[in-house]
């Protein structure tokens, strides 16, 4: 079972200083959705790779662990990676290496190639967001960009109570330990590790359903209704703030023209990989 009482060294390590770390939180997140939108839209693998490496910056500015933001990607490429690893054998195009009835085509190999790329664009821009940024910041932003209310509201209330799950789940755990429990023991039949499991499962559904309970009627006895509004801090945006966007700007206009009027120079880098 993943040790989930990490989520709470990341909200710490959102919290150190850093001139990344003491952005706006719109403009982090405005500025994630954008890369990840122009990697995301990107036929070439140029882009995604000066962005990358324009991230890989960020991140020392930052003053974050390459080896634990490495780790941290590692952990999310599966999710898509799965995808991607089929991605040469399926597609007709010229045929790079065959074995009975398995093969890799081009097309489909330069396909994988930009899709692996734009995907670590992507998830390198969210490590960088959620390493900068205490996740209450994050929900603030979402409020302050005009997100629904509703939408909104079942989002604070998450996050804000994310913890607390994770407190009861340590607190589990702790007594398990006590009692000399661990699911990889071989002491113990499997089967009966695995039922315990879903006893500790099944016990956290429990726990969260009275939880809820007991928030929902605190909230309803301080005035609560679909009507009530959240608070928005009002915070206005500094120099530095417009620098971080602007530059980001900049860069991708830059690389659109680079793109436009030497694509033939960037040789591999610069050609059209997606499948029309």
Sequence with gaps: ???????????????????????????????????????????????????????????????????????????????????????????????????????????GLNWAILLITRMIVSLTSIVILSSTSPMQQIVASFRRLKMPKDLAMILSIMVRFLFVFIDELAAIRKSQKSRNFHIHSKLTPYKWRIKQVGYSIAMMFVKSYEQGERVYKSMISRGFSDKSDLFNEKTSLEKSDYIYISTIIILVIILQIIIIKYSNQLGYFGENLSIN
């Design 1 to 107: 079972m993943a040790d989930i009482t990490k989520a709470l060294n990341l909200d710490e390590l959102a919290s150190k200083d850093s001139p990344i770390h003491r952005l706006d939180g719109r403009i982090k997140l405005i500025s994630t959705v954008f890369i990840i939108v122009i990697a995301a839209f990107s036929n070439n693998i140029f882009i995604p790779i000066i962005l990358e490496i324009f991230l890989l910056i960020i991140i020392k500015i930052a003053k974050l662990s390459y080896i634990d933001s490495f780790k941290r990607i590692a952990l999310l490429l599966p999710f898509g990676g799965a995808i991607i690893i089929f991605q040469p054998f399926i597609h007709p195009g010229n045929i790079l290496w065959s074995y009975s009835w398995i093969r890799i085509t081009d097309t």
